[in-house]
């Protein structure tokens, strides 16, 4: 692919920075889905779901961690290649070879270049989809799954708000000894109590149809006990209410369409600007990999070599980063409630790289245009 357009020197150097930002990536984004993954343990535990269910809901996750780490290891890997190569003398055979600061730079610009395409396509395509379908599953799991699941003996929570218990189970699905604790209704909660029953589902909706019981209900006005004889009986095993049973759409899910242009129907004016500084992050976000990587680039390839090694320039490299990330995350924060501030989310992804390519390039351009106006004029004519 991309080999041809480089020289053996590069693809050395190439393949190691290749391999080292695929190896921090995984290690950190599956570093990253074990910590955060924790959070939905007690949804899964909780509902009786399988382990398979948990890593299906949790890896629709690691797409939009990936995203977020991808230009931070860009950094990381091109430092370390580069801070490696320098202290195994390899720099200095290339500086003493003639290879101008651009000619060795070059691999970690490849690098920074596949790091943005790849995110571009992360925060454009695949984070959007797999968060909506993480986001769908969830809703799923605590609204309709965990209603299917009921176990013999177990007092179920299959939503905030309703508590189902069944004695045993046949194998053809048929429930036995069914009581239901029904909270929805603050001002009638009740208990149902049933012979038997079997679930169904209509419209997604997960429901049990009871036969031959009984509907508890204490008056609060009288204190008396209301029951309610039934011979059949179908109740609602989804959420608590109507209003539970919709989801409305975050914005981290929206295609970029979706956030440019909102639909004024389902969207109130207050967020009107979070949807905007969402757009512009994800187009934006990418180009900070190749920041990154100049930021790193400059650190290690700018100055003199020191046989003793450098710890300054890399430290302040890395603070440098540091502050660029903690800025980007300010401006989003102010941008969402001034529009008008949203160029500032641009400057901050592209300006750092421009103003690295300068200090790195500058003085390489500077002296190829020197080097022209001293050659003589035959020269000039003979080339």
């Not at 020197?9 to 930002?21: H, K, M, N, P, S």
């Not at 610009?109 to 797999?130: Q, R």
Request: hydrophobic content about 50%; some cysteine; overall charge positive.
């Amino acid at each position: 692919m991309i080999a041809p357009f480089l020289t053996r020197l590069d693809r050395y150097v190439l393949r190691q920075l290749l391999a080292a930002l695929l190896a921090t990536t995984g290690g950190l984004a599956a570093l990253i889905w074990l910590t955060q993954s924790l959070r939905f343990v007690s949804l899964v535990v909780d509902r009786g779901l399988s382990f398979r269910v948990f890593v299906q809901l949790t890896s629709l996750l690691i797409p939009s961690f990936v995203a977020v780490i991808l230009p931070i290891t860009t950094f990381v890997v091109v430092q370390f290649v580069y801070q490696r190569l320098s202290t195994d003398r390899e720099l200095t055979v290339m500086r003493a070879a003639g290879l101008p600061p651009s000619a060795i730079a070059r691999p970690g610009l490849y690098c920074a270049g596949i790091a943005v395409a790849l995110s571009y396509v992360l925060n454009i395509w695949i984070v959007p989809a797999s968060y909506h379908s993480f986001r769908e599953y969830e809703f799923e799991i605590r609204n309709k799954m965990a209603a299917f699941l009921l176990q013999e003996g177990v007092f179920t929570p299959v939503s905030p708000t309703m508590t189902v218990y069944i004695r045993t189970r046949d194998r053809d699905g048929t429930l036995h000894g069914i009581l239901v604790q029904d909270d929805r209704q603050k001002n009638s909660r009740a208990t149902i109590l049933a012979e038997h029953g079997h679930l169904e589902s209509s419209g997604d909706v997960p429901r049990v149809v009871l036969y031959n019981g009984s509907r508890e209900e204490i008056d609060r006005q009288t204190g008396r006990l209301n029951v309610l004889t039934f011979t059949r009986n179908t109740i609602d095993l989804a959420a608590s209410s109507k209003d539970d049973d919709i989801r409305y759409r975050d914005a981290t899910e929206m295609s970029l369409n979706e956030l440019m242009h909102p639909d004024p129907r389902f969207v109130q004016a207050r967020d009107i600007g979070k949807f905007a500084v969402e757009a512009h992050r994800r187009l934006s976000a990418p180009l900070t990999a190749f920041s990154f990587a100049m930021v790193a680039l400059v650190a290690v390839l700018s100055g003199a070599f020191s046989r003793h090694g450098n710890i300054a320039r890399p430290l302040a490299a890395i603070m440098t980063v540091v502050g660029l990330l903690a800025l980007g995350l300010v401006e989003q924060s102010v941008a969402a409630r001034t529009p008008a501030l949203i160029p500032l989310i641009w400057l901050q992804a592209i300006l750092p790289g421009l103003i690295c390519c300068a200090m790195l390039f500058w003085p390489e351009l500077g002296s190829g245009r020197r080097t022209a106006r001293a050659a003589p004029p035959n020269a000039l004519a003979a080339e």
